[in-house]
């Protein structure tokens, strides 16, 4: 199926709910989760030294160092895994990707907070690929500026297999998050393919 653009102003924001088979989907959760050394990062928020949310992973190129949140990334090297998903991921989208951030939500207390991936080493028009595994999160949108983007925010249900790319002007105008939920909710692993500019 391919990726189906949503009607979004100042944002190219496309959604494939279909990327990978259920059984691939399936497996590949359990291999990532069996495989990958998860961390538990500390990050500065309002002030404040917390712990991350989640578990996080960065793997990539040698090359593609990334820092976010007061956090210093240095890749870990690609596993067979990565690699062939990568490669579809780089097909689905005529992209080329240099590294990944893979983040397990092992709950629905686990989470991610609004922010735009707009770090200066991802450049001003950065390609973000998100492949989700695992239990449906809802994904949410929002404007930076209202008056600028005059749009409601934008709830979106990201079951496993499925494959959102936002690219173009998204990170400049938009906002994202994964928000905590009541439900009880198994784990949900997310990987975002990006290609970090040298430095």
Same mark, same amino acid.
């Given at each position: 199926?391919?990726?189906?653009p949503?009607a979004?102003?100042d944002a190219e924001?496309l959604?494939d709910?279909?990327?990978?088979?259920?059984?691939?989907?399936?497996a590949?959760?359990?291999?990532?989760?069996?495989?990958i050394a998860?961390r538990?990062e500390?990050?500065r928020?309002?002030?404040?030294e917390?712990?991350?949310?989640r578990l996080?992973?960065?793997?990539g190129d040698?090359?593609?160092?990334?820092q976010?949140?007061?956090l210093?990334l240095?890749?870990?090297?690609?596993t067979? *895994?990565?690699l062939e !998903?990568r490669?579809?991921?780089? /097909?689905?989208?005529a992209?080329?990707?240099?590294s &990944?951030?893979?983040?397990?939500y092992r709950a629905g207390?686990?989470?991610?907070?609004w922010h735009?991936d707009d770090?200066?080493e991802?450049?001003?028009?950065?390609?973000?690929?998100?492949?989700s595994l695992?239990?449906t999160?809802?994904f949410?949108l929002k404007p930076r500026d209202?008056q600028?983007t005059?749009?409601a925010p934008?709830?979106?249900?990201? *079951?496993?297999?499925? !494959?959102l790319?936002?690219r173009g /002007?998204?990170?400049?105008?938009?906002l994202?998050a &994964?928000p905590?939920?009541?439900?009880?909710?198994?784990p949900?692993?997310?990987l975002?393919?990006r290609a970090?500019?040298?430095?």
């Amino acid at each position: 199926m391919p990726l189906l653009p949503l009607a979004l102003p100042d944002a190219e924001v496309l959604l494939d709910p279909h990327f990978l088979p259920p059984d691939t989907a399936d497996a590949l959760l359990i291999e990532l989760t069996r495989t990958i050394a998860w961390r538990q990062e500390p990050i500065r928020l309002f002030g404040k030294e917390v712990l991350q949310p989640r578990l996080t992973a960065w793997h990539g190129d040698a090359t593609a160092h990334y820092q976010y949140s007061g956090l210093a990334l240095a890749p870990q090297p690609w596993t067979p *895994a990565l690699l062939e !998903l990568r490669k579809q991921v780089e /097909a689905a989208t005529a992209t080329q990707f240099n590294s &990944v951030l893979l983040n397990l939500y092992r709950a629905g207390q686990d989470s991610m907070g609004w922010h735009a991936d707009d770090e200066p080493e991802l450049g001003p028009a950065p390609v973000i690929a998100s492949v989700s595994l695992g239990e449906t999160r809802r994904f949410r949108l929002k404007p930076r500026d209202p008056q600028r983007t005059p749009h409601a925010p934008v709830a979106l249900d990201l *079951a496993s297999g499925s !494959l959102l790319v936002m690219r173009g /002007a998204t990170q400049q105008h938009w906002l994202h998050a &994964v928000p905590k939920t009541a439900r009880p909710v198994g784990p949900r692993l997310n990987l975002t393919f990006r290609a970090v500019l040298p430095r």
